[in-house]
């Protein structure tokens, strides 16, 4: 869950981190480590950066990807932003 705003660059840095490796053990791996990777975001602002990030992507890397905004998956009655935000 992304809350915070994040420059473009640290924001293409972690989506290209959890898509190419992941840290194990002391090493890296180069092989896909995660078969879908989600990002839930709180607006459409913050939704447009990551699929910003996603378009730079290859096919196959782009496929294992996707990104939301929470209130669309989360009912608000189930869980508000207050529950998440300081």
Same mark, same amino acid.
């Given at each position: 869950?992304?809350?915070?705003?994040?420059?473009?660059?640290?924001?293409?840095? /972690?989506?290209?981190?959890?898509?190419?490796?992941?840290?194990?053990?002391?090493?890296?791996?180069?092989?896909?480590?995660?078969?879908?990777? +989600?990002?839930?975001?709180?607006?459409?602002?913050?939704?447009?950066?990551v699929?910003?990030?996603?378009? /730079?992507?290859?096919?196959?890397?782009?496929?294992?990807?996707?990104?939301?905004? +929470?209130?669309?998956? +989360?009912?608000?009655?189930?869980?508000?932003? /207050?529950?998440?935000?300081?």
């Amino acid at each position: 869950m992304e809350l915070t705003a994040k420059k473009p660059d640290e924001l293409e840095k /972690k989506v290209r981190s959890l898509v190419y490796k992941t840290k194990l053990g002391g090493g890296y791996r180069d092989d896909p480590y995660f078969t879908a990777i +989600w990002f839930y975001v709180p607006d459409e602002k913050r939704k447009k950066s990551v699929e910003g990030v996603i378009e /730079k992507l290859r096919t196959e890397e782009r496929e294992r990807v996707s990104v939301g905004i +929470w209130e669309d998956v +989360w009912p608000a009655k189930l869980v508000s932003k /207050k529950d998440f935000l300081p």
